[in-house]
């Protein structure tokens, strides 16, 4: 079998921004909207240099996607068994939003890949993520069974955090928007009110065991 040849410096740099000019592309204007030009153009390459590097807008996307899944997932892989519950998920709250506000593109990138079916991350979703969430949900079940948080339904729990924080990156305009315009910083208030929302969810009631 022959070994692959390491990438050269300029490879690496060509690839790198070959991936922040797709991550750009694609987030905002989807797959099906985003081309091969677009990327090219963005990333300061010319259309037959793109296609040295990737085949396919297809194989562009994908490999962006396989790139990012594990920073995406890492936040909910820190939810430690050891730690306080209440505070563990309060937590994890915190560094999703965190993501929205430092990964707006990738958030958006994901959302756009969910509408469409996610043709080419299906296979990620059943696999690596089904395995991480039905692991962190059996966590949350023995919270409750001790407990340590209220009876919620763990699944729901996760899906509600998930939606509650990425809307400030997928719908970033809009919150800004109906806040007051483009400069105003929705963050703080929205850690705030996510953190006594989750608070109140999970705070077991007095006296359940």
Known sequence: MTEQRPRTRIQKRNTAAIFEAALEVFSQHGFRGATLDQIAKAAGLSKPNLLYYFPSKEAIHVALLSKLMDTWLDPLRALDADGEPIEELLAYVRRKLQMSRDFPRESRLFAN????????MIAAIEGELKALVDEKAALIEGWIAAGKIAAVHPY???????????????????VRAILGGETVDPFPQAEEYLETLFTRLLSPVTGQV
């Open 113 to 120: 890949e969910i509408v469409q079916g996610a043709p080419r």
């Open 156 to 174: 729901h729990l996760i899906f509600s955090i998930w939606s509650l924080t990425q809307h400030y990156a997928d719908f970033d305009v809009q």
